[in-house]
């Protein structure tokens, strides 16, 4: 017996499922990016429609010139974390656009998205606490609650009477509960019954996280996510969010207008013991979220954008998630055809992510598109193209 054998069903199933060709959907190499939206993929030109780039702005010019600037004048790295190496100014203005944005009194910069989930909830929930978390949320939620010393309990999906149900189960230990959801779900694209899950938050006096992954800058009139769009920004107590998504870069970030978020600094091994992201990084995202607040245009076009696609791939007939959002999933059957499929789009030049059980439901498949505002009409027409041999 050897330390990889446990590898070796994973060998066999990726050669039956990928022996046909077409090439590992999972070790795609991009040789060029051109824009937010094309890239040079196997020397081909490509669409891009499956980077969660919502606004675009990772060829942004004042992103680029911020981080170009930030570059030059820090460096490359912090190379360290914060507690160790100390924090630059960059981080704390940051940390403080966030809170104002988000009008809440405390935001902490994590290294990523996923670091800041993994470091909020197994540092905030321990002993005797309880997550209630939705059964959909990303792996990173998981994760965190792993990591956590509580007591995980899972609700069915967007289940607002499993999730009662439950909590009503927990007696008074309701106010040792965190309920974690997303705003919108990254694999199916829907959102989560915010209104009705905040007044039970409120019913039970429990804590509501809510991850606004892929909701920022796409949801509310000014971009703050779902919890704005739904009216229950007072109600919702933690937010977590992430630089990869709207924001053009990588990072992630908790925000809450309780004081104690603070305390995460000192107890939270995520955001101690990694190294803190770097300045030009920072400096990118910090001129990103000024283009939230101040072009509100690219949401308009990001869901113009989302409404054509979202209608045109249901009218070919395929099987979407349940909303039109800019993450546009369609349901294939089985994995082989989920796989054939992709390949073909590839071949067409439109690349999306392929998404196999168990992260895509029932035993089948999800092509996955995410929508961009920075996808020009042409584009969007081109994806719809790409598609509709299938249908
Ligand atoms: N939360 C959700 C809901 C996500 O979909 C993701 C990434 N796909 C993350 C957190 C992690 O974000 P990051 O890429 O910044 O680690």
């Given at each position: 017996?050897?330390?990889?054998?446990?590898?070796?069903?994973?060998?066999?199933?990726?050669?039956?499922?990928?022996?046909?060709?077409?090439?590992?959907?999972?070790?795609?190499?991009?040789?060029?990016?051109?824009?937010?939206?094309?890239?040079?993929?196997?020397?081909?030109?490509?669409?891009?429609?499956?980077?969660?780039?919502?606004?675009?702005?990772?060829?942004?010019?004042?992103?680029?010139?911020?981080?170009?600037?930030?570059?030059?004048?820090?460096?490359?790295?912090?190379?360290?974390?914060?507690?160790?190496?100390?924090?630059?100014?960059?981080?704390?203005?940051?940390e403080?656009?966030l809170a104002?944005?988000f009008h809440v009194g405390s935001a902490i910069?994590?290294?990523?998205?996923?670091?800041?989930?993994?470091?909020l909830?197994?540092?905030l929930?321990?002993?005797?606490?309880?997550?209630?978390?939705?059964?959909?949320?990303?792996?990173?939620?998981?994760?965190?609650?792993?990591?956590?010393?509580?007591?995980?309990?899972?609700?069915?999906?967007?289940?607002?009477?499993?999730?009662?149900?439950?909590?009503?189960?927990?007696?008074?230990?309701?106010?040792?509960?965190l309920?974690?959801?997303?705003?919108?779900?990254?694999?199916?694209?829907?959102?989560?019954?915010?209104?009705?899950?905040?007044?039970?938050?409120?019913?039970?006096?429990?804590f509501l996280v809510v991850?606004?992954?892929?909701?920022?800058?796409?949801?509310?009139?000014?971009?703050?996510?779902?919890?704005?769009?739904?009216?229950?920004e007072?109600?919702v107590d933690l937010i977590v969010?992430?630089?990869?998504?709207?924001?053009?870069?990588?990072?992630?970030f908790c925000v809450s207008r309780h004081p104690e978020l603070e305390m995460l600094?000192?107890?939270?091994?995520?955001?101690?013991?990694?190294?803190?992201?770097?300045?030009?990084?920072?400096?990118?995202?910090?001129?990103?979220?000024?283009?939230?607040?101040?072009?509100?245009?690219?949401?308009?076009?990001?869901?113009?954008?989302?409404?054509?696609?979202?209608?045109?791939?249901?009218?070919?007939?395929?099987?979407?998630?349940?909303?039109?959002?800019?993450?546009?999933?369609?349901?294939?059957?089985?994995?082989?055809?989920?796989?054939?499929?992709?390949?073909?789009?590839?071949?067409?030049?439109?690349?999306?992510?392929?998404?196999?059980?168990?992260?895509?439901?029932?035993?089948?498949?999800?092509?996955?598109?995410?929508?961009?505002?920075?996808?020009?009409?042409?584009?969007?027409?081109?994806?719809?193209?790409?598609?509709?041999?299938?249908?």
């Open positions: 017996m050897s330390i990889f054998d446990k590898f070796q069903q994973l060998v066999e199933d990726r050669k039956a499922l990928l022996g046909g060709g077409g090439g590992d959907p999972f070790n795609v190499v991009i040789n060029q990016v051109l824009s937010s939206t094309e890239a040079m993929v196997n020397g081909r030109r490509t669409i891009l429609a499956g980077t969660n780039n919502y606004l675009g702005l990772t060829f942004d010019s004042g992103c680029i010139g911020a981080a170009r600037i930030a570059l030059e004048e820090q460096g490359t790295g912090t190379t360290g974390s914060r507690m160790a190496n100390g924090t630059f100014e960059n981080h704390v203005a940051l403080r656009e104002e944005f910069v994590f290294s990523t998205g996923y670091l800041a989930n993994l470091g909830l197994s540092t929930a321990g002993q005797d606490d309880v997550i209630l978390l939705d059964a959909d949320c990303h792996a990173s939620i998981y994760d965190g609650c792993r990591m956590s010393d509580a007591e995980i309990i899972r609700f069915r999906h967007n289940n607002v009477s499993d999730l009662e149900k439950r909590l009503r189960r927990l007696g008074d230990r309701t106010s040792r509960t309920i974690v959801v997303e705003g919108i779900y990254s694999m199916l694209g829907d959102r989560a019954p915010l209104k009705d899950i905040a007044d039970i938050r409120t019913k039970y006096q429990s991850d606004e992954a892929h909701s920022l800058g796409v949801l509310g009139e000014n971009g703050r996510g779902l919890a704005e769009e739904a009216g229950v007072e109600k969010g992430t630089f990869s998504k709207s924001l053009g870069a990588t990072g992630g600094r000192y107890t939270s091994r995520p955001y101690i013991f990694t190294a803190s992201p770097s300045p030009s990084v920072i400096a990118s995202t910090r001129t990103a979220l000024q283009i939230i607040k101040t072009h509100p245009e690219l949401r308009h076009r990001l869901w113009s954008s989302t409404t054509r696609l979202y209608e045109r791939l249901r009218d070919m007939g395929f099987i979407l998630g349940p909303e039109p959002t800019p993450v546009i999933a369609a349901l294939v059957e089985t994995k082989e055809r989920g796989v054939e499929l992709w390949s073909q789009l590839l071949e067409r030049g439109v690349y999306v992510n392929l998404v196999l059980p168990p992260a895509a439901p029932n035993g089948g498949c999800l092509l996955r598109c995410s929508v961009s505002a920075g996808h020009s009409d042409e584009q969007i027409e081109k994806i719809c193209q790409a598609f509709s041999s299938f249908s």
